[in-house]
């Protein structure tokens, strides 16, 4: 980092690039370099000497010099700029700046227009426009905001950027990285699948729904390079002030209410979270986190936190949907390796051919991990299982594992950091992330476990039958309003997104549990359910993996540009693209695990495949 010094040159040199900024208020001709060449030259200045009292017109001659020099530097190949001064707040102005007028100032940047406009230098309206519009009444009334500062970076480096061949990037600086041997011949192999298969065309054998499968995550594994490893297509930066993305997230809220209640089906069962509400909630869920990558809410405090939630709650579905099958049927190696395959595969494709971490696409390795972790609570003292209250201790006993295990940041590295397992949750040579990720939510798989003892082994507690009624639907309310507003509370009473995080394991479930009891609240709630989202939520793995690559871009630091300059038919365009993949890709993922069901080596293969993943694509 660069020590901060205000009215001071300073110089900074990392990785072979050296940034020099020349404080020189006076003479600023002289302050240029001499040459730069393949480099950003950016000038500004003026306000010293209309500080003191110094007529614009009396700085054209100097202005000329400064265009000259500049010049000079871009016939050299260099990027110049001059940056303008474009506003000050004359209110806010010390007494001994107040020769220091907007008309001044206006009379100035018109000189240097006309004087920089005449040579190769470039005169950047942009940013004295970012200044005009970020001065604030509480300041000094020249000196912006950081915000501000980092707008005008952003334009000044695009700007170089695009000078030097990664225009198409408009989501960062730098240079795009050349696929290795590895990602080629991963993607080749994939492509051969895909070749074979619409030649050969083979539905009958086992062989056939394979080759299938291959052929079509090819395909799709081709979309992905071609948008996001490749400078065919163009990035941009999610570039949205705050309010817009907030009515952004406001009308996908909307839209997603509106088409959930346009696509109401009868459900096949009236019991609590039956299949067809899990994949409706799943299916609203992902929809709403793609618009939150998609529009940058991250930087929204409380859109944060409740997508938070939102993750927490695919968590506690886990913990749910499995304990749910399990306490209605044995555990069985078979029925382990089939979750594993259709959790992974797709990220097994993803890594080899994207050249990313097993854990960069984090959502998997947390869902597997969470899973392995119910499905370990019912392999130890599996004869505990059809007694009610041993199956909760064992779950309890889980949550308390758990607890201990964060109870420090240190405890929890080093026991994910420890010899032998850090390679399976290691980024980068660190659990650090890997320890941040699972324990946000660390308790609500064992939370889902908790509610499906409680569906499967005492439904009239699901909710109690004295509850039923009008009077117990009341009280079911208070409890709902209660629960939500101890989160509401807590939300906006953290002020940090550290301050949030600590929080979040213990209060995002109630805001979980009130979503299951308010969407089983009668029978007449739950007998429907959204034909549309339900059908979302089928697919929600593939949306949420296929969205790092052909939805978003530079691995979500920027949205992928199919129509430039038409952001909403874009938006359309990319999401239209997202959705076909992802929904071809989970029939055709679905078809591979039951291929894999029927062909032991086959499976076998899937497996080993998953582990050398985790292993190797480091």
């Known amino acids: 980092a660069v020590a901060r010094s205000y009215h001071a040159s300073m110089q900074h040199r990392a990785g072979g690039t050296t940034l020099a900024f020349t404080w020189q208020p006076e003479q600023l001709a002289d302050a240029l370099p001499k040459e730069a060449p393949g480099g950003l030259v950016v000038a500004a200045g003026g306000l010293w000497p209309l500080k003191r009292g110094v007529h614009p017109d009396e700085l054209a001659e100097e202005l000329a010099e400064i265009a000259q020099r500049l010049d000079t530097l871009a016939s050299s190949g260099s990027l110049a700029i001059w940056a303008p001064i474009g506003a000050v707040c004359e209110a806010c102005l010390r007494p001994d700046r107040r020769n220091i007028t907007m008309a001044r100032v206006a009379a100035l940047d018109d000189i240097a227009r006309t004087t920089i406009s005449a040579t190769r230098a470039v005169f950047a309206d942009a940013l004295g426009t970012i200044v005009a519009e970020s001065l604030e009444p509480t300041g000094d009334g020249i000196h912006v905001a950081a915000p501000a500062v980092a707008a005008e970076l952003n334009i000044l480096l695009n700007a170089f950027c695009g000078r030097h061949g990664h225009g198409q990037a408009g989501s960062c600086c730098a240079a795009d990285v050349d696929a290795t041997w590895v990602q080629l011949a991963a993607l080749a192999a994939l492509a051969a699948g895909a070749v074979v298969y619409f030649a050969r065309a083979p539905t009958t054998t086992v062989a056939g729904p394979g080759l299938r499968s291959a052929a079509v995550l090819g395909v799709v594994m081709a979309y992905c390079f071609l948008c996001d490893r490749t400078g065919l297509v163009m990035k941009s930066d999610k570039a949205l002030a705050p309010g817009t993305r907030a009515f952004a997230m406001a009308a996908a809220t909307a839209a997603i209410a509106a088409l959930g209640w346009l696509t109401r089906a009868p459900s096949s069962s009236s019991a609590f979270l039956v299949r067809e509400q899990t994949d409706e909630w799943k299916g609203w869920m992902q929809l709403l986190i793609l618009t939150y990558h998609y529009t940058g809410s991250s930087a929204d405090l409380t859109t944060y936190v409740l997508v938070r939630v939102l993750v927490g709650a695919y968590l506690f579905m886990t913990g749910f949907g499995h304990a749910s099958y399990l306490l209605a049927r044995p555990l069985t190696g078979a029925r382990v390796a089939q979750v594993l395959i259709r959790l992974n595969a797709l990220v097994v494709a993803l890594c080899w051919v994207m050249g990313r971490p097993y854990q960069a696409y984090y959502?998997?390795?947390?869902?597997?991990?969470?899973?392995?972790?119910?499905?370990?609570?019912?392999?130890?003292?599996?004869?505990?299982?059809?007694?009610?209250?041993?199956?909760?201790?064992?779950?309890?006993?889980?949550?308390?594992?758990?607890?201990?295990?964060?109870?420090?940041?240190?405890?929890?590295?080093?026991?994910?950091?420890?010899?032998?397992?850090?390679?399976?949750?290691?980024?980068?040579?660190?659990?650090?992330?890997?320890?941040?990720?699972?324990?946000?939510?660390?308790y609500a798989t064992s939370f889902g476990m908790l509610f499906a003892i409680g569906a499967v082994l005492l439904p009239d507690a699901c909710p109690p039958a004295h509850l039923r009624g009008p009077g117990g639907q009341a009280g079911l309310l208070c409890l709902l309003a209660t629960l939500a507003g101890a989160f509401a509370y807590t939300a906006v009473s953290c002020d940090s997104k550290p301050a949030c995080n600590r929080v979040h394991p213990m209060t995002s479930l109630l805001l979980i549990a009130a979503y299951a009891i308010a969407?089983?609240?009668?029978?007449?709630?739950?007998?429907?359910?959204?034909?549309?989202?339900?059908h979302c939520g089928k697919i929600s793995l593939e949306l949420f993996l296929l969205q790092y690559h052909v939805f978003l871009a530079r691995d979500t630091r920027g949205i992928l540009v199919l129509l430039p300059?038409?952001?909403?038919?874009?938006?359309?365009?990319?999401?239209?693209?997202?959705?076909?993949?992802?929904?071809?890709?989970?029939?055709?993922?679905?078809?591979?695990?039951?291929?894999?069901?029927?062909?032991?080596?086959?499976?076998?293969?899937?497996l080993a495949a998953l582990g050398i993943t985790i292993l190797a694509a480091r």
């Open 519 to 534: 969407r089983n609240i009668s029978p007449a709630v739950r007998a429907a359910h959204s034909t549309a989202l339900a």
């Open 565 to 606: 300059g038409w952001p909403v038919a874009n938006f359309v365009l990319v999401a239209a693209g997202l959705y076909f993949a992802s929904a071809e890709l989970a029939t055709a993922l679905n078809e591979f695990v039951a291929a894999c069901d029927a062909a032991p080596r086959l499976q076998a293969a899937a």
């Open 363 to 442: 959502f998997v390795p947390l869902c597997t991990f969470w899973f392995l972790a119910v499905i370990a609570t019912f392999a130890v003292l599996p004869s505990w299982n059809p007694s009610p209250l041993l199956v909760a201790t064992k779950t309890v006993a889980l949550t308390a594992l758990c607890a201990v295990a964060w109870s420090s940041t240190s405890l929890a590295e080093s026991i994910f950091g420890f010899h032998g397992i850090h390679t399976l949750f290691a980024e980068h040579g660190s659990v650090r992330e890997w320890v941040f990720r699972a324990g946000l939510d660390r």
